[in-house]
């Protein structure tokens, strides 16, 4: 049977490696478990229904890529878009979650739509090539810096400004400092697994030093009603609401995009600079982050993490379909999670809250974020033209604290110069629309 459903034999694969493929991508990318609640619980929402959202939503994309496009590709909420979703959408907007669920629900659907009638790739072709790399880098700065205040390494000066140095002499700070070698350790001995591994030993030095609570291993999975069907769509089509959908549906678009070609490279299964079920696979991620909506997580993309997997061996959809089990079977572990994903309130001396630290996820943010950082490489800086959008897209990002601006300085700028410099038909029409649109948004919504 599976060797009917997955073609193994065709791939050059067998049942053990596929599922050893699986388990290694698994262990990879398993750090969105722990940390996509304890991030959404910032924005109002149940830890333990989060938690089991991103589990069940993870699982059903992870069946779809394996069953449609039979590509060993896991997909999970993302890095990014989950940020967008707490800091700028919900607590920058003051939108509530349920609105900013039913934002994620609505692109979803587009997803799929853009998907079906080969508008996605079109959209993609448009965007040039300066801002696709320096989006990822500017993103990667910004959940670095996010991981650096999870960390107390930065922390907020009550003047109102930025104070880089923290406490030091602070335990969950210090905590932070040791993850964080722990985790660069195992990855510098490519070690499988790294962040996890990291992270599980982080918070049993932290149960020593009384930072973690220890609080279990296994239990009862728990209940999903907290946002489960909780998503509401009414106004979400209001003008002001419009480019929020927009930028969701970018940055998915870009995660996907990235991640399709860099393991279908490793794969062997480019053809002709093309992969081959592409319109499956992007489908896949449509149906994830529509799902993961309904039972109340931000958007689901596919995981550049995939290619460790596919290093191990992984060629077909079973590597998915282990992926999935696991995720399913992660959800039996609660207590791991809140202990793991859980803060460390920070008080005064008359004990009053000054901050939240979460000193055993912060190493993983700062890693996700370095990572994220190296496309910026790829940019060229000996043009003007292509430098200072892309340099001002990172730059307004991290200064501003919001990705929306970040993306908009960009988007504006880079036709604009493209214009003034007698270039104008460097630029795509459709980047000419975006750039007005978002003009019109500052100009008359602000």
């Given amino acids: 049977m599976l060797e009917k459903l997955f073609k193994l034999k065709e791939n050059g694969t067998t049942v053990q490696t596929e599922i050893i493929a699986g388990a290694t991508t698994f262990l990879s990318m398993a750090y969105i478990i722990f940390f996509q609640p304890a991030l959404l619980s910032q924005a109002g929402m149940d830890f333990g229904s989060v938690m089991m959202a991103t589990c069940i939503a993870s699982a059903i994309a992870c069946l779809v890529m394996a069953f449609l496009a039979n590509y060993p590709i896991a997909l999970a909420p993302g890095m990014g878009e989950n940020f967008y979703f707490v800091f700028t959408v919900v607590i920058g907007m003051g939108i509530a979650w349920e609105k900013a669920l039913g934002a994620v629900f609505i692109s979803g659907v587009l997803f799929m739509v853009l998907t079906l009638f080969r508008i996605r790739e079109m959209i993609i072709d448009s965007i040039p090539s300066s801002l696709k790399n320096a989006i990822p880098a500017a993103i990667g700065l ?228 370095s990572f994220m950082a190296k496309s910026i490489s790829n940019c060229d800086f000996d043009d003007l033209t292509e430098a200072i959008p892309a340099f001002l897209t990172i730059a307004v990002m991290a200064f501003t604290f919001s990705i929306s601006n970040g993306l908009a300085a960009g988007f504006i700028l880079y036709p604009v110069l493209k214009l003034l410099s007698g270039r104008a038909k460097e630029v795509s029409w459709l980047m000419y629309v975006l750039c007005g649109l978002l003009i019109a948004k500052y100009v008359f919504i602000g």
């Fill in 142 to 369: 910004f959940i670095t810096f996010i991981g650096l205040t999870y960390a107390g390494i930065v922390i907020k000066d009550p003047g109102g400004g930025i104070a880089v140095t923290g406490d030091f002499h602070a335990a969950p700070t210090l905590l932070s400092l040791a993850g964080l070698l722990i985790i660069l350790l195992l990855m510098i001995r490519e070690i499988k697994g790294s962040m996890l591994i990291g992270m599980l030993i982080t918070a049993i030095l932290g149960i020593f030093v009384g930072v973690v609570e220890f609080k279990g291993v296994v239990s009862a999975p728990p209940s999903l009603s907290p946002t489960f069907l909780k998503l509401d769509i009414s106004g979400v089509f209001d003008v002001g609401f419009i480019s929020v959908l927009a930028i969701f549906l970018l940055m998915d678009m870009f995660d996907t995009i990235g991640t399709l070609i860099g393991v279908g490279q490793a794969t062997g299964l480019m053809e002709d600079g093309k992969l081959p079920r592409a319109q499956q696979a992007l489908f896949a991620d449509a149906v994830g982050t529509a799902t993961g909506a309904l039972f109340g997580t931000s958007t689901v993309t596919s995981y550049i993490e995939s290619t460790t997997g596919v290093r191990a061996g992984g060629r077909t959809g079973l590597t998915a379909v282990v992926v999935a089990a696991l995720m399913l079977l992660a959800t039996f572990f609660s207590p791991l999670v809140s202990m793991i994903g859980g803060g460390t309130p920070i008080l005064d001396a008359e004990g009053n809250l000054l901050y939240t630290l979460y000193p055993v996820i912060a190493p993983v943010l700062i890693l996700v974020g």
